[in-house]
């Protein structure tokens, strides 16, 4: 089977894509770069696509922005809006020799065209495994870059007043499980719902390397803590899961969103079978573009995570058979119904089942069938994510082709997985341990996004 391509979630028109890079809010449009193969549809000559979005819906394809050179392939970083609109990026130069430093590019035209750094690379440790830069403002004037010290496990800080030079604060880490490389941090400071407080949230992805790795595979994270002269510290000592799918990966937010608010895209993807995801010429997309913020529950902040859906002048009310690109909406009485469960089925024998179970305070999502089966030894499965409010009685399941996001707990769980539903209509049943019968509305998505015209239309464009 090949996989349906997503509508109202940016993925390529043809060829590979991984993590968000450069994601940037230029007072219009929201920009998204990203690690981008513009020769085929697996990892490799990467450099930076880019699309623009007037919505975070619609997504428009640009040509590629950072394209690799010989000896050099352009890896992930993020992008920072000065005051008179010069756009910086900083992404790191990961070279054949082995090394990896940071080196900038800048554009003066909302991010069209680029021009490298002729003192490239601008950050060098001389470290093989040195990445992912994220430069972020500082309250109070400046900037501060954070990048990876993947291996050892660490987020190592450097302040700057001018883009140009960096003055290195501090590390983070390590913490957590060993067995992973640390990738992509980003730093955002965060409200907390009911307060005019704001707190330091570290994000962070994980991914299990060697002979042992963990075949759950790549995985994101977040610790909430505070930023002290330039270095974030941990109010706990605790990386988080952000997301209990498998498919929630690299994650950053958008530099200069309105309101200051943090709009974060990640791939959905996990590198333990990103390669053979079969979906042609695309391979890749982004998660639901999803609002942050944070809770406090029993004293302890939790994040949580809103996702932008299309409105409902966009979502088409149908019955519970529909395409499958949909939003659905489920509600019920959580005094009476007991566990909730509900059955997608697709094509061939592919079947995702979702369940709500108040009493062990679980969600679990599980995708199984001959096309899961098929896809990779570790695909198929169930996961499970602890719920922190079992009586909310309400989630929101966002379908996209391939994609399936499941928000419950009012954004504070979430659940995100690739799928193998197919092209085809999907019907849904829900039912519950008691005689409740759930109510399920099921909003299909008309939006047409880059969808099946770029499929279908001339190659994507690439710049020469
Ligand atoms: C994360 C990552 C980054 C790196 C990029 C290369 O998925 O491994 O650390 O910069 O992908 O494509």
Avoid at 5 to 19: I, V
Avoid at 86 to 108: E, K, N, P
Avoid at 155 to 166: E, G, K, R
Avoid at 392 to 404: E, M
């Amino acid at each position: 089977m090949s996989l349906p391509r997503p509508r109202f979630h940016l993925a390529p028109a043809r060829n590979w894509m991984n993590d968000p890079n450069g994601l940037v809010f230029t007072g219009d449009r929201w920009h998204a770069f990203f690690q981008f193969n513009p020769e085929g549809n697996d990892w490799g000559n990467m450099s930076w696509g880019h699309a623009s979005s007037a919505d975070l819906l619609h997504w428009d394809e640009h040509p590629v922005a950072l394209r690799h050179r010989p000896g050099e392939q352009i890896y992930s970083g993020s992008i920072v809006a000065g005051d008179d609109g010069t756009l910086s990026a900083f992404y790191t130069s990961a070279y054949d020799r082995g090394i990896q430093a940071q080196s900038r590019a800048t554009s003066v035209d909302g991010g069209t065209t680029w021009t490298m750094d002729a003192a490239n690379p601008v950050l060098d440790r001389g470290s093989s495994d040195f990445r992912d830069p994220k430069v972020v403002r500082v309250p109070g004037g400046g900037w501060l870059m954070l990048a990876v010290e993947a291996v050892e496990r660490r987020v190592v800080f450097y302040a700057s007043d001018d883009l140009s030079t960096w003055r290195e604060t501090g590390s983070f880490g390590p913490l957590g499980s060993e067995g992973v490389v640390w990738e992509c941090p980003d730093l955002v400071r965060l409200p907390v719902e009911g307060t005019t407080e704001r707190v330091w949230v570290l994000l962070l992805s994980t991914n299990p390397v060697g002979d042992d790795a963990d075949p759950a595979g790549s995985a994101m994270h977040y610790v909430v803590g505070d930023l002290v002269d330039g270095v974030f510290h941990s109010l706990d000592g605790d990386l988080r899961p952000l997301d209990h799918g498998r498919d929630c990966y690299a994650g950053v937010t958008f530099d200069s969103a309105p309101g200051g608010s943090a709009v974060m895209l990640a791939w959905m993807g996990n590198w333990r079978y990103a390669h053979v995801v079969p979906s042609s010429p695309w391979r890749g997309a982004m998660s639901s573009p999803r609002t942050l913020g944070l809770r406090r529950i029993d004293d302890a902040l939790h994040l949580v995570q809103h996702p932008v859906l299309p409105p409902s002048g966009e979502l088409d009310a149908s019955s519970l058979r529909f395409e499958p690109h949909a939003v659905l909406d489920v509600r019920w009485d959580p005094a009476a119904a007991g566990s909730v469960r509900l059955r997608l089925e697709g094509e061939g024998d592919a079947v995702v089942e979702v369940v709500h179970d108040p009493a062990a305070r679980t969600l679990s999502v599980s995708r199984t069938g001959r096309a899961a089966d098929g896809l990779h030894p570790d695909f198929a499965g169930v996961r499970t994510a602890p719920l922190a409010d079992p009586a909310s009685g309400a989630l929101t399941l966002v379908i996209d082709g391939p994609l399936l996001e499941v928000f419950t707990d009012d954004g504070l769980t979430v659940l995100s997985h690739l799928v193998t539903l197919g092209a085809g209509p999907i019907t849904v049943s829900a039912s519950a341990e008691t005689s409740v019968v759930p109510t399920v509305r099921v909003g299909e998505v008309r939006v047409g996004a880059t969808g099946d015209a770029a499929q279908e239309g001339p190659a994507a464009p690439a710049a020469a």
